[in-house]
Nanobody
């Protein structure tokens, strides 16, 4: 019914850039909130950035000034632009959506729709 598909992952060197895409089917991002999460090797999942239905955003302190987001409503696709990548950014990146609390927190516990994830290995 609802499908989120991430793409754009791949190996990149420290200092490089990468753009991830999240395409939605059976769901409209503009009517709810979208979040990006990641899980590094041996680490727990953490929130990267989320966006409310009104366009307001919240970023994790670790990515502020380096990561940005954008969207194409016509394509129902959300983008995560990652710049100045560091080895500690390595992990599996997921996009997610939630329409239960309408608060779009950085905590992933309340998100009810998830993509399969895309790997981003950052080498030093």
């Amino acid at each position: 019914q609802v499908r989120l598909v991430e793409s754009g992952g791949g190996s990149v060197q420290s200092g490089g850039s990468l753009r991830l895409s999240c395409a939605a089917s059976g769901y409209t991002f503009s009517t709810t909130c979208i979040g990006w999460f990641r899980q590094g090797p041996g680490k727990e999942r953490e929130g990267v950035v989320t966006q409310n239905w009104d366009g307001s955003t919240r970023y994790a302190d670790s990515v502020k000034g380096r990561f940005t987001i954008s969207q194409d409503n016509a394509k129902n696709t959300h983008y995560l632009h990652m710049n100045s990548l560091k080895p500690e950014d390595t992990g599996i990146y997921y996009c997610a959506a939630e329409d239960t609390t309408w608060l779009c927190p950085l905590s992933g516990a309340v998100y009810n729709y998830w993509g399969q994830g895309t790997q981003v290995p950052v080498s030093s």
